[in-house]
């Protein structure tokens, strides 16, 4: 799937640029606030999340998953419950919901796994769908009203979360842990088995390699990740709804990572951000979303599939290539 | 009066026919994705909205310039088959040298904006479009009333599917396309225009599900989510059958509508997710599909 070689993405982990640019966009992320509407903000950073957790399994293990809205939905479901019907607090709220998206991940792996490459995407299309039908009809999930007025709660017993500035740097905090873990992942011996398995099934099983687990395992880390966002995203908003679970939301975080660049790291923050706005802008205006995303994954796929970040790492290979 | 299994025989019949014609369309998309999968290596995420497509010019014809049914079953395939071949042109040809993937995230690219576009103009309420007068009215056969435009409706998607399977199994064409499946860069060696047949084989995949579309457009509203709902439902079907064969995917087809038409009638609650559930237990005994080949 993606097109970076091994080589290109070693690449890019060493570029110093990189470095000093992450850092000004953690500092330009804890500033923000002061300067940017907060809930818009939020709501980039749990896509963000979700799209980086689902280029864990995309861009890294070369898998097109067609279902993660079932974790994102499904977890926002499970702490938007445990909070507001339970009163849970949301520390624990969003755990359950990570644990739930896991768990989920484990047992739709499990079939999903059995297929590759575009029998894979309709697989874990065809069981989040059934999963969305199960939340259409289920008690719990309040059907088409959804779970409304979760209360945010007080975190760890003392931030209390109603408070705009405190919720917006918990959310950063979850962000940034969990965009860490995914770095520490891919980074790992673990992450390079999984590279090795997108550029070459065949020689990573001749390897020796028990290729199915490791995809299982991709499967849950990359389902939990985005539990954690779906999760977060409960809290801050205060609802779940079928929205979240629905097929349309699997496609959202496929264009994300299309956009922005399947296989790198900072690809899928900036398309989540991209698509955001995007929706945003539109939100007010005649044009309908639906057209726009469209158009956006045809232009994609025919013009540029590195996608903008992966377009520019590219380019500077080749202008480093050129020196050397 | 007659029961099975503690149901009246009518309420049985009954969901047996509505899921046969569920069945009938099942076979129709699924057959155009694997004839569309066979050659061209791209699972078409547009079908649904093709069959939107083809359910929306039958409507269209109707009210706009009174083209009534019989000519729309002839016309609507045909609109829709020529816009497959402009986007098969101009933007899937491009596609087929990268990771067949692409081709799945660019035809649902175009499924969004097909669906977005309707729904722009026509909401989503769905619109009824009248049974033409010929079949209008229903049969009695003694053990249940069949609506005649129903049973059209299976015989027909019968007709078509059996049309496109003697088509690729007997006729040079056929063989062609069968030849092309199989090592595509050798046939093109022989100086068959290989190019062409890909651009002719997504037309008619397309126009099949139009063809479905306009069939459907008597049984259910015409509306704009009439196709998104169902590809899903046949993306399952496709797995079960293994898109190696085109009579499995009509077989599997039929057989999934009738078991999700007798989920109605003994659990209808699981009537929804019963083809999903069947998909994820084939996969366990058979992961290739029912009819398919250990890839």
Excluded at chain 1, 112 to 121: H, L, N, T, V
Excluded at chain 2, 22 to 36: K, T
Excluded at chain 2, 59 to 80: D, E, K, R, S, T
Excluded at chain 2, 90 to 105: H, K
């Amino acid at each position: 799937m993606a097109e970076l070689t091994l080589q290109e993405a070693r690449a890019q982990t060493t570029g110093r640029v990189e470095r000093i640019l992450i850092v000004l966009g953690i500092v330009a992320l804890i500033a923000a606030p002061f300067f940017v509407y907060p809930i818009f903000l939020m709501k980039m950073l749990c896509f963000a999340l979700f799209a980086c957790a689902f280029n864990l399994l995309l861009g890294y293990t070369g898998l097109l998953s067609f279902g993660h809205a079932a974790f994102f939905g499904g977890a926002a479901y499970f702490s938007a419950y445990a909070a507001k019907v339970w009163g849970w607090p949301p520390e624990a709220a969003i755990l359950l919901g990570v644990l739930g998206a896991a768990v989920l991940g484990a047992v739709m792996g499990f079939f999903a796994i059995r297929r590759q490459g575009i029998y894979f995407a309709m697989i874990t299309l065809a069981l989040s769908q059934m999963f969305f039908f199960f939340c259409l009809q289920a008690e719990f999930t309040g059907g088409e009203d959804g779970i409304q007025g979760v209360p945010r709660g007080v975190l760890f017993g003392i931030i209390d979360l109603h408070v705009p500035l405190n919720i917006y740097y918990t959310v950063l905090a979850i962000f940034l842990i969990g965009v860490f873990a995914i770095w520490r992942i891919v980074h790992s011996p673990f992450g390079m088995i999984l590279r090795s398995i997108r550029e070459n099934e065949r020689r990573a099983i001749s390897l020796g390699y028990s290729v199915g687990n490791y995809k299982l395992a991709a499967f849950v880390m990359s389902a939990a990740l985005a539990g954690l966002a779906g999760a977060t995203k409960a809290i801050v908003f205060q609802f779940a709804t079928l929205t979240d679970v629905a097929w349309q939301m699997s496609g959202e975080v496929i264009l994300m990572t299309l956009l922005g660049g399947i296989g790198t790291m900072v690809g899928p923050i900036v398309g989540a951000g991209l698509v955001v706005a995007l929706q945003n802008t539109l939100a007010t205006s005649e044009f309908p979303v639906t057209i726009a995303t469209g158009i956006i994954f045809m232009i994609c796929v025919l013009l540029f599939r590195r996608g903008i970040v992966g377009e520019l790492y590219a380019r500077a290979l080749r202008r480093g290539n050129n020196k050397g | 009066m007659i029961t099975i299994l503690g149901i009246p025989i009518q309420a049985f019949l009954g969901q047996l026919l509505v899921g046969l014609i569920n069945g009938s369309f099942y076979a129709m998309l699924s057959l155009g994705l694997a004839v569309i999968f066979g050659l061209l290596r791209v699972i078409n995420f547009a079908h649904g909205a093709q069959y939107m497509l083809g359910a929306f010019v039958g409507y269209l014809l109707l009210v706009q310039l009174g083209v009534g049914y019989w000519p729309a079953l002839l016309l609507a395939p045909i609109i829709v088959g020529i816009s497959g071949i402009v986007v098969e042109r101009l933007a899937l040809a491009r596609l087929y040298d990268v990771d067949p993937l692409y081709g799945l995230l660019f035809t649902f690219g175009l499924a969004l904006v097909l669906e977005g576009i309707f729904r722009y103009y026509f909401g989503v309420s769905g619109n009824p479009y009248p049974v033409p007068p010929l079949l209008a009215g229903g049969t009695n056969l003694g053990f249940m009333f069949l609506p005649n435009y129903r049973g059209w409706v299976v015989i027909a998607s019968l007709i078509f599917c059996l049309g496109t399977w003697l088509v690729i199994e007997k006729t040079k064409l056929g063989s062609y396309l069968r030849a092309a499946t199989e090592n595509r860069s050798l046939v093109q060696a022989f100086g068959v225009n290989v190019p062409l047949l890909l651009t002719l084989t997504y037309g008619l995949g397309s126009a099949l599900a139009g063809l479905a579309g306009i069939l459907a457009a008597p049984v259910y509203q015409v509306s704009p989510l009439m196709g998104s709902n169902l590809i899903i439902v046949v993306f399952a079907v496709v797995v079960v059958g293994g898109m190696g064969s085109i009579l499995g995917a009509i077989v599997t087809g039929y057989l999934l509508g009738v078991a999700e038409g007798l989920t109605k009638v003994f659990y209808p609650e699981a009537s929804n997710i019963v083809v999903f559930v069947i998909m994820a237990i084939v996969l366990l005994i058979r992961p290739a599909g029912l009819f398919g080949k250990e890839a």
